[in-house]
């Protein structure tokens, strides 16, 4: 069965257009499903180009120890996860189709093109974004896209970023956590936050694993490196480093977006406040921000349910951070489409704030047309 489907794919892929894919492989079209409550916009959807695999055979061929090479050799021993990564023709579509995903936002994959050096990483990043462009245009009622910049030169980044949004016409930006070690609190990135709220780009800041000497901490044996911890301590800490850095002091505009229910920062308000407070009152600290560290996260944070779903921290981010500020995402192919869309369309939250969070906030967010 399985076989018989992937053959006639191949083999009728001449004929396939985004309107008659959902024919053509037997899939319902999600218009018609039953029970289709919502448009689904999922806005954490990975892709790969080429040739950043390419880039990614080259590191994991060396002796490199870094925790990303590392997972970049298991990513290219896994069929699934490259054929899913580098495909907008067939089974990304059928498995929207499928379950009902109106589009996905796409963005290149971790950690895009931050282990390279600055002019392969520039380079690879107007690569990416070109075809993505490319992409979109073919289909431009399933995709929209996350432009991709090299931090490691911020000036041309901001080149990219301005290129990606007025002559591309992608709907926001996405950076893999830190370069180097590097994060962007630091004044020498402010380059890209200037580009970015000149052109009212928001940035995802996706995880990454933390550079080698910290990540070690959390591979000693115990594999709490990757998504089931370092991802979250990484990019949340990332998002903290900008609150306390004063990066929204000086630009109130950004907006700024984390997967993962907020990468446990709206967990953790309350000690946040609380801490900020006693630690500033006490002298600690280089840098005074005008509001509470929570006001930052409400006002300049948008977060997406990617990789969590679970109703009690869906219902909770509601509860602290409002329907205005959550958005449904999936992280297609490295979680499962199916369980995500069960989640988001039986979640017990008002239908007028699920009609925010599964689209409209995207739509806004992210310059994308209503349907
Ligand atoms: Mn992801």
């Given at each position: 069965m399985k076989v018989n489907r992937r053959k006639f794919l191949e083999s009728s892929s001449m004929l396939l257009s985004a309107g008659a894919l959902g024919a053509a492989t037997g899939y319902a079209a999600p218009a018609q499903?039953?029970?289709?409550k919502y448009r689904l916009i999922a806005t954490e959807e990975a892709f790969a180009s080429p040739e950043q695999v390419e880039s990614f055979r080259r590191g994991a061929a060396t002796q490199w120890h870094d925790p990303d090479v590392n997972m970049w050799r298991s990513f290219l021993a896994n069929e699934t996860i490259l054929r899913r990564l580098l495909d907008f023709e067939k089974e990304r579509l059928g498995i929207m189709d499928q379950f009902g995903v109106d589009m996905h936002l796409l963005s290149l994959t971790a950690p895009g093109v931050q282990l390279l050096d600055a002019d392969a990483g520039t380079a690879l990043a107007a690569s990416a974004n070109d075809l993505l462009a490319e992409t979109v245009k073919k289909h431009p009622t399933r995709y929209t896209g996350l432009a991709s910049f090299a931090p490691q030169d911020p000036k041309r980044a901001a080149k990219e970023i301005e290129r990606a949004i007025n002559t591309l016409k992608l709907n926001g930006l996405i950076v893999n956590s830190h370069t180097n070690g590097e994060y962007?609190?630091?004044?020498?990135?402010w380059p890209i936050f200037e580009a970015a709220t000149a052109l009212n780009a928001a940035i995802y800041i996706h995880p990454r694993n933390l550079p080698a000497h910290a990540d070690d901490i959390l591979d000693?044996?115990?594999?709490?490196?990757?998504?089931?911890?370092g991802f979250q301590m990484e990019t949340g800490l990332h998002a903290m480093r900008l609150i306390v850095g004063g990066v929204f002091d000086q630009f109130p505009k950004l907006k700024i977006v984390l997967g993962h229910m907020g990468e446990a920062v709206p967990f953790w308000l309350y000690r946040i406040d609380y801490m900020y407070n006693v630690y500033t009152s006490g002298g600690r600290g280089r840098i005074r921000i005008k509001r509470k560290p929570s006001e930052y996260v409400k006002d300049n944070f948008m977060i997406t349910t990617s990789g969590v779903n679970f109703h009690p921290t869906l219902e909770y981010c509601h509860k602290v951070l409002?329907?205005?500020n959550i958005m449904f995402a999936i992280d297609y192919p490295y979680q499962e489409t199916e369980g995500s869309v069960a989640f988001i369309n039986s979640a017990p939250l008002p239908e007028a704030d699920l009609e925010k969070i599964t689209h409209g906030n995207a739509e806004k967010l992210f310059h994308i047309p209503p349907a």
């Open positions: 499903k039953p029970g289709k962007l609190d630091d004044p020498k990135f000693a044996g115990i594999n709490l490196d990757g998504a089931i911890w409002g329907a205005d």
